[in-house]
């Protein structure tokens, strides 16, 4: 009787990896991808304001005199959405290492979908800021969206190369096995510093030219196929 279980529990094992084995060859694996340009609605401005004290009480003052100087302007952009950054105050010394007064910087970050406008904004604020740098990208809620149209694309995209690689293989049919679909985009683009526009804010400067630019949104779909014979 114990043989017949036995042999009985071999039997099941055994046909239990005739039904896998099939996965264990003709398996073909594969990407594709669908990638779309989208314009950017998304605009990052850092602006920024030195300056030099003998006594550090009133610089720190005068920094924050500035920045406050700047969220009163931002308070007239409802739809500009404006942050208090780095404030930092350190002593400076001369060549013989002997501290001659203090060093002050304090940053203020405005993100934006209006370009206009946060132009308009950045032109008046230059008055007591100067611009240290601006970004732009996509947003989070315009990427999801993007992505989730891009995943049809990219399934499409992946089918059409299974059914190539089962013509050219002359097998009769073909079944996936896994599948991985993966949202991404290529590298940010790097932030623009605004030297010009800096040396612009010792005068009476205009407000900035700001053009968006693209950026680019792509959806992979990986994964393994089995050809059918």
Same mark, same amino acid.
């Given at each position: 009787?114990?043989?017949?279980?036995?042999?009985?529990?071999?039997?099941?094992?055994?046909?239990?990896?005739?039904?896998?084995?099939?996965?264990?060859?003709?398996?073909?694996?594969?990407?594709?991808?669908?990638?779309?340009?989208?314009? $950017?609605?998304?605009?990052? +401005?850092?602006?920024?304001?030195?300056?030099?004290? &003998?006594?550090?009480? #009133?610089?720190? *003052?005068? %920094?924050?005199?500035?920045?406050?100087?700047?969220?009163?302007?931002?308070?007239?952009?409802?739809?500009?959405?404006?942050?208090?950054?780095? $404030?930092?105050?350190?002593? +400076?010394?001369?060549?013989?290492?002997?501290?001659? &007064?203090?060093?002050? #910087?304090?940053? *203020?970050? %405005?993100?934006?979908?209006?370009?206009?406008?946060?132009?308009?904004?950045?032109?008046?604020?230059?008055?007591?800021?100067?611009?240290?740098?601006?970004?732009?990208?996509?947003?989070?809620?315009?990427?999801?969206?993007?992505?989730?149209?891009?995943?049809?694309?990219?399934?499409?995209?992946?089918?059409?190369?299974?059914?190539?690689?089962?013509?050219?293989?002359?097998?009769?049919?073909?079944?996936?096995?896994?599948?991985?679909?993966?949202?991404?985009?290529?590298?940010?683009?790097?932030?623009?510093?605004?030297?010009?526009?800096?040396?612009?804010?010792?005068?009476?400067?205009?407000?900035?030219?700001?053009?968006?630019?693209?950026?680019?949104?792509?959806?992979?779909?990986?994964?393994?196929?089995?050809?059918?014979?």
């Amino acid at each position: 009787m114990r043989h017949l279980t036995i042999a009985a529990l071999c039997g099941l094992v055994l046909a239990g990896l005739a039904q896998a084995e099939p996965l264990n060859y003709n398996v073909v694996n594969l990407q594709a991808e669908a990638r779309r340009e989208v314009p $950017n609605d998304l605009m990052a +401005v850092t602006m920024f304001t030195e300056q030099n004290d &003998g006594d550090a009480s #009133r610089l720190s *003052a005068n %920094l924050n005199k500035a920045l406050t100087a700047a969220k009163v302007m931002a308070d007239a952009y409802p739809k500009i959405k404006f942050y208090s950054g780095e $404030n930092q105050t350190y002593p +400076v010394y001369d060549n013989k290492n002997r501290a001659t &007064g203090w060093r002050g #910087r304090a940053e *203020a970050r %405005l993100e934006c979908r209006d370009f206009k406008q946060c132009a308009e904004l950045i032109g008046k604020m230059q008055s007591v800021l100067q611009i240290g740098q601006w970004t732009f990208s996509i947003s989070p809620e315009r990427r999801r969206d993007v992505e989730n149209e891009l995943i049809g694309d990219a399934l499409q995209a992946f089918n059409q190369r299974a059914e190539i690689v089962r013509a050219s293989l002359k097998a009769k049919s073909v079944k996936v096995v896994n599948l991985n679909v993966n949202g991404g985009g290529g590298e940010p683009p790097p932030p623009v510093y605004a030297k010009r526009a800096m040396a612009m804010a010792m005068e009476a400067a205009p407000a900035p030219v700001a053009e968006g630019g693209t950026g680019a949104i792509t959806v992979t779909v990986s994964g393994s196929v089995q050809l059918v014979e």
